[in-house]
């Protein structure tokens, strides 16, 4: 089981629509990333968030500690946030720690 | 600042060749990765390193191996090449290490291993 799942998988939204992407992982954690992925393949950092929700722009994101779960929001989507949007979890294994990345959701915004 | 810069973006191999990946960040980090990405799959750690001089290995190290001679470049290289070696590779740099400190990638190197 991968300790870091993501939902949907897929997702295809009108432009405007309003878009959720969860997360949810199974250790415990002091932080989680979001990350977000572009058609060309280049990935940049979104969030780091620990506790609460955090706001850039259209984007949101929000974290629940105790429940092991981030969801991802985007308001008012519009076609350029066609990504893969990925997040990750810290483990720390053996004394040394990484980030153990989910599969990522597939979003495509129609026009 | 160039970020994170990846050599060569592509490149295709055939079974048994060997090749070096470069990668360069010019934003003085002590923390350096290399990943793999594979359809259905998320980022797997390949290799990393906490500071010049030192490597570690990640979740799926076998086949690679990985050095760190100047801080601002991690390359890593490829002994014999094998189709399951076939992947998209990306490179990563952080100030720190931990769960705190956000990671910057490259653009990634596509390898194709015939």
């Known amino acids: 089981k991968n300790e870091v799942e993501q939902s949907p998988q897929n997702l295809t939204a009108q432009e405007g629509e309003f878009i959720t992407i969860n997360c949810s992982y199974s250790?415990?954690?002091?932080?989680l990333h979001w990350l977000q992925q572009h058609p060309g393949g280049g990935i940049v950092s979104l969030f780091m968030?620990?506790?609460g929700k955090k706001k850039h722009g259209r984007l949101i994101a929000t974290i629940n500690i105790q429940e092991k779960h981030s969801s991802l929001h985007i308001t008012a989507s519009h076609p350029r946030d066609s990504a893969v949007y990925i997040c990750?979890?810290?483990?720390?294994?053996?004394?040394?720690?990484?980030?153990?990345f989910g599969k990522g959701t597939k979003l495509t915004v129609n026009p | 600042n160039a970020g994170v810069t990846q050599t060569p973006k592509f490149r295709v191999l055939k079974t048994g060749q060997s090749m070096t990946l470069l990668c360069a960040q010019d934003?003085?980090?002590?923390?350096m990765y290399w990943y793999r990405q594979d359809p259905g799959m998320g980022l797997r750690l390949i290799h990393y390193?906490?500071?010049?001089?030192?490597?570690a290995k990640g979740e799926v190290p076998d086949g690679y191996n990985v050095s760190r001679l100047k801080k601002q470049n991690f390359l890593l290289g490829l002994e014999s090449a094998a189709p399951s070696q076939t992947s998209v590779y990306f490179c990563?740099?952080?100030?720190?290490?931990?769960?705190?400190?956000?990671?910057?990638f490259g653009p990634g190197t596509r390898l194709t291993v015939l």
């Open positions: 990563a740099s952080s100030y720190s290490r931990g769960a705190n400190n956000e990671q910057f």
């Open positions: 250790v415990g954690i002091s932080a």
């Open positions: 968030l620990s506790s």
């Open positions: 990750a979890a810290p483990l720390t294994q053996g004394g040394s720690e990484k980030l153990v």
């Open positions: 934003m003085n980090h002590e923390y």
């Open positions: 390193s906490v500071g010049e001089g030192t490597t």
